[in-house]
């Protein structure tokens, strides 16, 4: 099947259709490439934060993919793809935790169970989900998460750091290009760039985005830089 996704439902700056699922295809190749795998055909993934392009180059562009679960606080996102996507390999929950930017009318991050059941993932991937998180539900996603990855499983995840970055593909990079230097390093421990719209920007200094995961569960593995349509990427494994 393919899933054609009308405009209502895109999410993030996406220029054309065709690039949003372009940018999804080189994200999860980038994932496979981090696990050391060359595909991800035999990897059982959650998807939290999950949108429509993921499955559209599942569907559309043939990625490979053993199991996927995506989530989202969006009910509308949720409610068209669970209707409109019938591969059984691919299955769709709502997560109705508040986020000042995405679902402000939802219930407190700490309150809300994942709608996994007690199902655990080879993987678990977030992606501008971190980046529009505060301290308090940077830390309560993480311990949300722990119970749900396999032994041997990895989290990776997405988060804007406050650093200048070798291959100038991250947000600061580009503030430093428009603004100059000066701009960044300003981020003693986190700050939230842009007052005006709540979580937009959720910036983080490097210590900081370290020192949060510290007693949740997890071990930072490694921190990739920002490479295209991807911020710094943290990789954990289960502590």
């Given amino acids: ?3 054609d996704v009308p405009e209502k439902y895109w999410r993030g700056p996406r220029k054309t259709e065709d690039i949003a699922v372009q940018s999804a295809v080189g994200m ?3 994932i496979a490439a981090v696990l ?3 595909d991800l055909a035999s990897v059982s993934m959650l998807d939290v934060g999950c949108g429509v392009k993921f499955s559209q180059a599942i569907l559309n562009n043939g990625v490979p993919i053993g199991r996927y679960v995506g989530i989202d606080v969006s009910a509308r996102i949720i409610e068209f793809l669970t209707a409109a996507v ?3 390999r691919m299955h769709y929950g709502h997560f109705n935790a508040r986020n000042e930017r995405y679902n402000p009318g939802g219930l407190p991050m700490a309150g809300v169970e994942l709608p996994v059941s007690s199902e655990q993932f080879d993987v678990i991937c ?3 989900v971190f980046t529009h998180l505060d301290p308090t539900d940077y830390v309560t996603m993480l311990q949300l998460l722990r119970p749900h990855i396999k032994p041997d499983g990895r989290l990776l995840y997405s988060v804007f750091i406050d650093e200048k ?3 100038g593909h991250g947000m600061c990079d580009r503030m430093a290009a428009q603004f100059g230097d000066q701009v960044v390093g300003q981020t003693e421990t986190f700050r939230d ?3 005006e719209q709540p979580l937009y920007k959720a910036l983080y200094s490097r210590q900081y985005a370290t020192d949060l995961v510290t007693n949740t569960g997890w071990t930072i593995e490694t921190i990739g830089d920002p490479v295209p349509f991807i911020q710094h ?3 954990c494994a289960p502590g």
Avoid: R
Wanted: hydrophobic share 40%; net charge negative; glycine share 12%.
């Fill in 193 to 195: 760039l842009d007052p």
């Fill in 233 to 235: 990427l943290m990789v």
């Fill in 165 to 167: 970055t070798p291959g």
């Fill in 36 to 38: 050391g795998l060359e």
């Fill in 28 to 30: 999860l190749g980038h």
């Fill in 126 to 128: 977030l992606f501008s």
């Fill in 86 to 88: 019938t591969d059984e």
């Fill in 1 to 3: 099947m393919s899933l």
